[in-house]
């Protein structure tokens, strides 16, 4: 159970504690800020309101912890995080179960997000071992005007203090995601968890902790956006900021100073199905797609469309799938579970009326209890309404007939975002051109939008975000490059004697 056994040392009294210099700490605001939970909206856990004096122990700590931490062995880093993995899988019920009450995520998704997690951690600490464990070493002469007199070394070196800011769909996969590139690459951490998810990334942190990293590498400080959100991100011990989020990220890099950016700020993700589609096909990868944790991944697919031609029949194939959707709590694993906030949901209502009153076929009644609020797919949505361009973040997928490949074209790459986009069709050469054509960071060719596997580029293209994730990216984006030039007093050259003579 959460909060329990192990992970007793993390909870005081109702409040959990945040994590520094290697301790469980209670912060002295004595202040704590409360979690709802999306199913009963009522307050489920609580975590300390952390202070900006805690914010700048923490990151001393972590400027500290780091400059050892650098010099510790690769492969002792790795074992570290391989220990990591396995007392993370090991617990992934107690984690799993503070997903299910934070953020609403059906009971098996939130244990496969540990489970991925320990697989992502495992997974970097192999790749940092390998791809930090070589460098480059370059001759002079290649570059016009120069003799071999130079011979250049160059390593990859940490950068220093990441700061990780995951969202709270995936509080703790997204946090592992940044977490474990930055140890392997020889830096260290401050986490800034997600209100609605931290409790769940407070338990991911105390694996980590019972790991047995050194104290001041990992931080966790949790509290308030309003006190501590911007003092963070503009913070001058911080080297590198990792967000994953909605726009806030844009703020965040307008502020943030010279320093190295990774960011995901969601997507509108077109998916444009072709009259030779496998039509079923289709059908289940928009109902994965667009309805897997209620909506709430930026990759899902957040607007079809669809040529004329085959639009009524799939609009029916995806209808009659939809009326197969369990909708009720988490605890149950229904496919549609409450959206993370009532404020959500109000955004999310409010993209419903604006559609309903320009016209939009509704293909199932709008429902609504609470946070909870059942699929719903739109037809005959119209550039005009709101949800053709907003994202939803909910279970509302809008459907746009095209009369031609250029329209589809055309009204993705209008939208603002460009993370991923994906195309059904059985011609591989017509897919081809669309994925060109299409300006977003990845194109899927007859399967939805996805991050995973977790170690293949992530990327979003213009508000979607900034750099490239995914586990070798990551580690890379976490190091910069460090040269040693060797100059020789007279050019050498290597004559080789590579082959035996005959003679
Ligand atoms: O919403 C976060 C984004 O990274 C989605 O990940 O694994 O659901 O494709 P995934």
Redesign the pocket.
């Known amino acids: 159970m959460a909060g329990t056994g192990v992970f007793a040392e993390i909870l005081d009294g109702d409040v959990y504690k945040y994590y520094a210099d290697g301790e469980w700490k209670k912060s002295s605001s004595g202040k704590a800020v409360a979690i709802i939970n999306p199913t009963t909206r009522k307050t489920q856990y609580k975590v300390q309101a952390c202070t900006q004096e805690e914010v700048n122990k923490a990151m001393e700590s972590a400027k500290a912890a780091q400059k050892s931490w650098a010099k510790t062995p690769l492969w002792k880093r790795a074992e570290l995080l391989h220990k990591a993995a396995a007392i993370l899988k090991e617990h992934k019920a107690p984690i799993a179960e503070c997903l299910v009450k934070e953020i609403a995520k059906p009971a098996k998704d939130a244990v496969t997000e540990v489970v991925r997690s320990g697989d992502l951690v495992s997974y970097t600490a192999e790749e940092g071992v390998r791809i930090l464990g070589e460098g480059k070493f370059l001759v002079s002469d290649s570059f016009p005007g120069n003799e071999r007199t130079k011979y250049c070394l160059t390593s990859k070196i940490p950068l220093g203090v990441i700061l990780a800011i995951p969202?709270f769909?995936?509080p703790v996969?997204?946090a592992v995601s940044k977490i474990a590139p930055a140890l392997i690459a020889g830096n260290s951490l401050v986490l800034k968890p997600p209100t609605q998810g931290a409790v769940s990334a407070l338990h991911m942190v105390h694996c980590f902790h019972l790991a047995g990293f050194p104290k001041g590498l990992i931080s966790c400080v949790t509290g308030k956006g309003s006190e501590i959100g911007d003092f963070l991100t503009m913070h001058p011990g911080v080297n590198c900021i990792s967000f994953?989020g909605g726009d806030t990220g844009i703020a965040i890099s307008k502020k943030a100073g010279m320093i190295p950016l990774q960011m995901?700020l969601?997507g509108k993700d077109a998916c444009i199905v072709l009259e030779d589609a496998d039509l079923d096909l289709v059908a289940s990868n928009i109902i994965k797609g667009g309805f897997?944790?209620s909506g709430?991944?930026?990759?899902?697919v957040k607007v079809v469309l669809v040529m004329e031609s085959v639009a009524d029949a799939l609009v029916e194939k995806v209808k009659a799938k939809i009326a197969k959707l369990t909708v009720g709590p988490p605890e149950d694993d229904c496919d549609i579970t409450p959206v993370v906030s009532e404020s959500s949901a109000n955004f999310i209502e409010g993209l419903v009326k604006d559609a309903k009153e320009k016209g939009a076929t509704f293909c199932q009644d709008y429902k609504r209890d609470g946070n909870l609020i059942w699929p719903l797919l739109l037809d005959d949505v119209r550039p005009d309404m709101r949800i053709a361009w907003e994202e939803p973040f909910g279970p509302v997928l809008p459907v746009i007939r095209i009369n031609s490949i250029e329209e589809g074209i055309h009204h993705c790459n209008a939208s603002n975002f460009g993370l991923?986009g994906c195309v059904f069709t059985k011609d591989v050469n017509k897919a081809i051109l669309i994925s060109d054509a299409m300006e977003t960071g990845t194109v899927q060719i007859n399967s939805a939008?996805?991050?995973?596997p977790?170690h293949f580029p992530?990327q979003g293209l213009k508000d979607s975000g900034i750099g490239s994730?995914g586990v070798t990216n990551s580690i890379n984006m976490m190091t910069k490059i460090k040269s040693t030039v060797i100059n020789l007093p007279t050019p050498s050259y290597t004559l080789g004697n590579g082959g035996h003579s005959k003679l």
Do not use: I
């Not at 709430?296 to 899902?300: I, K, V």
């Not at 939008?449 to 995973?452: F, H, L, M, V, Y």
């Open positions: 969202p769909n995936y996969n997204l994953t995901e969601g897997s944790y709430q991944r930026c990759t899902a991923q939008p996805a991050r995973g977790d992530f994730q």
